[in-house]
């Protein structure tokens, strides 16, 4: 028992060397609100980048690096072509799990979930908030589909260049937002020796279970 009790003193030692900065938070989007301020100012480039992982209906698996534009109480938000893979797999199959890792600071937060397509307003907003080119590259781009070569791309930029000459780019039918509404959200933290802190929220109701998980 001696022997035991040292041990998990010493492990005890180790552990306080590197802080669990999830707390026992009952809010799951207010910790990672905290956790994604503190990734801006220590991530380089896209603190915002996240993994997108959606499904067919028949069960074949994709995933793809997407930014996130917005989180809030409803959800995690981004924007594509609804006709690009992503689109027409969360189309079909409404169900999605997103994937946050942050090198510099050794975290992790993963979240599984439903999908729902954001409104119009919502979607016009942040169109508009995009920079000229990028909208009319929305136009221009039909994301996933096959291209003959680099100048297929450009020359239908040119197009909708010229179509909207100096007057006001709309935001196109086929690209809009879809909304992960988080069923589960997992914080992980590095920790020496593989033993890592993982705490697991699930919604319960109108509110949150939380529970420790092993690494």
Known sequence: MRTLSAYIVFYRILAQKTVMTVTKSKDPIAEFKKWFTEAEAAEPVNPNAMTLATCTVDGRPSARMVLLKD?????????????????????DNPLAALCFYWKTLARQVSIEGSVEAVDDVEADEYFASRSRMSRIGAWASKQSRPMTGRFELEKRVAEFTAKFHVGAV????????FRIVPKTIEFWQEHQFRLHQRVLYTRAGDGWKMERLYP
């Open 71 to 91: 989180v809030s109480d409803q959800g995690f938000t981004f924007y594509t072509n609804l006709e690009s893979r992503k689109g027409t797999e969360l189309a």
């Open 170 to 177: 709309p935001r196109p039918i086929f690209w809009s937002g």
